[in-house]
């Protein structure tokens, strides 16, 4: 059974309360257990009408549980996905831990479009490449409106796919200079290494993840645009950033990207 207009209101609200005050609230789960995916992604996207309608700007999209154990722990066999602004981008790599309720750094490869994804039919990975202006190592900072990450798969929808904050490197590589799926990624914590991934951990291939973002996203009216920076999932798992936390990682490919919590 899917949720009303006003529960969907009301849960919109509670999470934008949540991310303006960092006071984690109940999981949506247990408040609505009617909720089920079409109602998640309504209450995402009341609050993206929200941001918009405060003048915030859409600066991308991203994809989360490209993982099989992040899915896994979800019990869910599908990724889901989140909404980027401008205004989540950390440029300067420096981010105030006080503004945030439970972060975490994820290790991803964005691709920034040169087109639109707007083709009739099936989006391909294939398509994705052509489409690609270049790609640059990324950071994602996630996190969870949801008190203590206690959520289940329409929790983390509903909560935008716990999107936060997120930083670029500087290195940018054409699809020609590159191979994805061998792309290697060393990711540390206040300089002591933590774990590592490649690009065939989102899904097999990060290209694959950002067409099924583009073929997931059109079902609900939205599309990749040009110039949107697309996060394509977590190379391996996320850390937990407190106060004074460094995070950096080394690609084989696409440099180095860090953030600092302060």
Not at 65 to 72: E, G, R, V
Not at 102 to 131: H, N
């Amino acid at each position: 059974m899917a949720l009303a207009l006003a529960e969907i209101a009301t849960a919109a609200e509670a999470l934008d309360a949540a991310t303006r005050t960092c006071v984690p609230i109940e999981k949506l789960t247990l408040t609505y257990p009617a909720i089920d995916v079409d109602g998640a992604y309504a209450v995402q996207m009341r609050n993206v009408e929200r941001a918009l309608g405060a003048g915030r700007k859409i600066s991308g999209k991203k994809i989360g549980l490209t993982s099989k154990p992040m899915q896994d722990m979800f019990g869910v066999t599908t990724p889901d996905f989140g909404h980027l602004f401008s205004d989540m981008e950390a440029a300067s790599g420096r981010i105030e831990r006080a503004t945030m309720v439970q972060p975490k750094v994820e290790a991803e490869i964005a691709f920034v479009l040169a087109r639109d994804l707007d083709m009739v039919g099936e989006i391909t990975a294939a398509d994705v490449l052509a489409a690609t202006d270049y790609v640059v190592a990324a950071l994602e900072i996630v996190d969870s409106r949801i008190g203590n990450w206690k959520i289940d798969y329409y929790d983390t929808v509903s909560d935008n796919a716990s999107s936060a904050r997120y930083v670029l490197g500087s290195v940018r590589k054409k699809i020609a200079e590159i191979d994805l799926k061998a792309e290697v990624m060393n990711f540390s914590l206040n300089g002591e290494p933590k774990n590592s991934g490649k690009g065939t951990d989102v899904l097999g291939d990060p290209a694959y993840c950002v067409a099924w973002l583009a073929n997931s996203m059109r079902k609900y009216g939205t599309m990749l645009k040009k110039g949107e920076v697309i996060l394509s999932g977590a190379l391996s798992a996320a850390i937990g950033a407190g106060k004074g936390d460094s995070f950096r990682a080394d690609y084989s490919t696409l440099g180095s990207v860090e953030v600092a919590f302060y």
